[in-house]
């Protein structure tokens, strides 16, 4: 998937597309754009030439912690423990961006979470390197709490951290982001899919996005409900705080917006995670970008990323690119991408 998505990125910028980067990487001249499957450290970043956001579809960070689910929340105390370059004031900043809840790097500091936010309900705790809804497990007593921390080694709990965050209710996530490739940029919402995987569970199935040309201006200008509205606005918000981590860059941000109900029955929402990297909604993004580039009286583009479980499933006629895989951990699947509306400038008279 993020080779076909590397193709298509080449032939829109006009680069030739230059397969895996390994050593035959000494021998290429000229500028070289990456497409990775991860986000960058800073020194990875500068071994391979990276100077900026033009040079890669995705991010660069200083610090590995910063480009997991860690960031989102804070820490208990200002005593906790936590691992160099921590910044409290990106925090502050996404305080009321993100779901209430904290990140840990001990076990003292998980339990102390625990006991403040169990009284007012169950607690999600996620293993912050994680993604699709993996690493996640709901607790409800301060014993089930104990139970995760024994199955989870000490030194991976004071290396990557844990999360403990509001569980919510009949919830739905969102995907947000701004893409700019080169001198171009757009910026999108969405809903993603929940589908059913080969275990018969719940897993991310997709992304329907709206996508529209600029950046977050632009995006505010498109009509939708204040639910979303809302959302939008607090991954606006973490996206901005990003910048107080020095030397990060981003040409690809995505956020997961969660949104559902609390314990309580109250509406909440709150960013669950970035996603500085190619990731699920990138065919989408893709497609998008191709429209955009293909005629400049394009202004906003619906596009989909879709992914389904099982053997013998067929992508719809209308699918610009589909690939059918055995993945090693997922099983047999396919995911294709479909534009699904293209609206134009209206022309002046």
């Not at 502050?92 to 990140?103: F, Q, S």
């Not at 899919?193 to 040309?213: A, F, I, M, Q």
Request: hydrophobic letters at 35%.
């Amino acid at each position: 998937m993020l080779a076909a998505d590397a193709k298509a990125i080449a032939k829109l910028t006009q680069y030739k597309f230059g397969g895996d980067y390994g050593t035959a990487a000494s021998n290429r001249s000229g500028h070289i754009y990456f497409v990775p499957d991860d986000t960058l450290l800073l020194d990875e970043a500068e071994s391979l030439g990276i100077r900026g956001a033009t040079d890669l579809y995705g991010g660069v960070v200083p610090h590995p912690f910063v480009k997991t689910k860690a960031i989102t929340h804070p820490l208990v105390d200002k005593d906790a423990d936590r691992p160099d370059g921590w910044l409290f004031k990106f925090g502050e900043r996404i305080r009321n961006a993100v779901l209430p809840g904290y990140t840990a790097f001990c076990r003292r500091d998980a339990r102390i979470a625990a006991g403040r936010m169990l009284p007012r309900g169950p607690i999600r705790v996620k293993d912050p390197r994680e993604a699709g809804g993996r690493g996640q497990t709901v607790i409800t007593a301060p014993n089930e709490l104990d139970e995760l921390l024994d199955r989870f080694p000490v030194d991976n709990l004071a290396h990557y951290g844990l999360v403990l965050e509001e569980n919510l209710h009949q919830a739905a996530t969102l995907s947000v982001g701004h893409v700019a490739v080169g001198n171009f940029s757009f910026t999108y919402y969405g809903r993603q899919r929940v589908t059913t995987n080969n275990e018969k569970r719940p897993v991310y199935g997709g992304s329907d996005l709206v996508c529209v040309r600029g950046g977050w201006g632009t995006l505010y200008q498109l009509p939708m409900t204040n639910a979303v509205r809302v959302g939008v606005e607090k991954a606006r918000v973490y996206d901005e705080a990003a910048n107080v981590y020095p030397g990060f860059v981003a040409s690809r941000r995505n956020y997961d917006v969660g949104l559902g109900l609390d314990v309580n029955g109250h509406y909440g929402s709150g960013v669950f995670e970035s996603s500085w990297r190619a990731g699920g909604a990138t065919g989408a993004e893709v497609a998008a970008f191709a429209e955009f580039m293909r005629d400049s009286s394009v202004e906003v583009v619906e596009a989909s990323h879709v992914e389904e479980f099982g053997r013998n499933r067929e992508p719809p006629p209308e699918a610009l690119a589909s690939i059918r895989l055995d993945d090693p951990q997922d099983g047999p699947m396919i995911r294709y991408t479909v534009v699904r509306r293209i609206e134009r400038a209206k022309r002046r008279t």
